[in-house]
């Protein structure tokens, strides 16, 4: 018997089955400034558009919504897709960045359908109103509102809205006047709004009533059932607390314990939180780690209200602002009891302000990666919980993924 037959390799493209799908993209504005109409930005055909498949992995790309074709082709499984505006920055004028997702969809083999991305603005809109009996009163101000990553000062004639990312922001307004004998003097008044949402416009009220008089600032929110929120200020007397902190003043809120660019040696910190209305001055607080390791804290580092700080290994760990405490205290890979506490009588017996156990029940593990406290979960009842943390997705300066000094990747 004679038997006959024929291999031919089959194209891999050929057996996959795909659907197609069409992206629209829109936009939501959902803020309505005071005395203005929002600036426009771009049309959404500027808009960079990524697709991800189910594991969080860019399977397509197009840096703008006008190269990307009506139809795309995609293999069976599940996706969504995310589009936002090419201008996210720390801060600046005039400028509102939008960003949307799409929720999960699926393709299936032969499907065809279409998915809507619906992009919101995504960053915190402020802007300053001076009073009349300030303008009266003063021959000159400005205000500074700020955050770890940027800042903005609107002077006497500036009407245009500021656009910040959603971190801590600390406003400081500076007052000129002339005495009488014709010379200046100034003081400065101060606020913060701890918790910025996107999304929301905040208008901040800056009055006096002369220069020896009372001068205060007044935050008021679009869109919320109580639009007025007085923020508590100072006359730029904010002294530094310093000695016995209570439990929870100051938390622990991001650790990297394994990097993966730098060796251990090198690129270890850790993150912590001022929990407080008032600048701390962490000078001879102790960091622990399991009883066995200690350091105290040997220089002045003034940390501001609701501001993060950085502790580290070396100095190289991440760019900008740190305490570096060298080889006295190692972070576990494997876990291990973190602590910041009071100094007490000899550095060995203060009470403990913040403390986490990262190799606990719920934590999960990371190599490359800070663990990070969910930015919603800022309370010491939390921080102890497994369930509050998570692995960081945002890259820093070193390629390793973590926002020290910054607000942390939500666990959502």
């Known amino acids: 018997m004679l038997l006959l037959g ?49 594991k969080g992995e860019e399977v397509l790309v197009f840096d703008r919504t006008s190269e990307m074709p009506a139809e795309l ?9 995310t589009a936002h505006s090419n201008n996210n920055l720390p801060a600046a004028f005039e400028n509102p960045y939008y960003y949307g997702e799409s929720e999960l969809f699926s393709i299936s083999a032969g499907s065809s359908q279409s998915v809507s991305v619906n992009c919101e603005l995504a960053n915190t809109m402020v802007s300053i109103i001076y009073s009349e009996s300030l303008r009266n009163s003063f021959v000159d101000f400005t205000t500074t509102v700020s955050s770890s990553a940027g800042s903005l000062t609107f002077t006497r004639e500036e009407s245009r809205a500021g656009y910040f990312q959603p971190f801590p922001l600390n406003i400081s307004a500076t007052l000129t006047w002339k005495k009488t004998d014709g010379s200046l003097a100034s003081k400065t008044i101060t606020g913060t709004i701890p918790s910025p949402q996107p999304k929301k416009h905040y208008e901040i009220h800056i009055d006096a009533a002369g220069a020896v008089g009372s001068a205060l600032i007044e935050i008021g ?60 001055d962490l000078q001879q607080l102790v960091i622990r780690k399991n009883d066995t390791e200690s350091h105290v804290i040997n ?16 100095e190289e760990a991440v760019a900008g602002d740190k305490y570096v405490y060298n080889t006295d205290i190692t972070l576990n890979n494997t876990g291990a009891v973190l602590s910041v506490c009071n100094y007490g009588t000899d550095g060995t017996d203060g009470s403990v302000i913040c403390s986490v156990n990262y190799g606990g029940d719920g934590f999960p593990d990371a190599t490359g990666a800070s663990l990070c406290l ?24 070193t390629g390793d993924l973590g926002t020290p000094g910054l607000v942390n990747d939500s666990c959502h």
């Open 221 to 280: 929110l679009d869109e919320t059932p109580d639009p007025v929120e007085i923020v508590e200020i100072t006359d730029n007397n904010d002294t530094p607390v310093s000695g016995n902190l209570g439990n929870g003043d100051l938390l622990i809120t991001e650790i990297m314990y394994d990097p993966a660019s730098l060796t251990d040696a090198v690129g270890e910190w850790f993150e912590i939180y001022n929990n407080t209305g008032h600048s701390v």
């Open 299 to 314: 220089r002045q580092v003034i940390l501001a209200s609701h501001g993060y700080g950085i502790l580290a290994r070396r």
């Open 6 to 54: 024929s291999c031919q390799r089959e194209d891999p493209e050929t057996i996959r089955p795909k659907g197609i799908i069409k992206v629209n993209i829109g936009l939501f504005i959902s803020v309505n400034e005071v005395n203005s109409n929002l600036k426009s930005t771009l049309g959404t055909e500027e808009f960079k558009v990524s697709i991800f498949n189910v």
């Open 374 to 397: 969910d930015p919603g979960k800022l309370n010491i009842t939390d921080v102890v919980l497994g369930s509050s943390w998570c692995v960081s997705t945002t890259a820093y300066n």
């Open 73 to 81: 082709e995609l293999e069976i499984g599940d996706y969504y897709v």
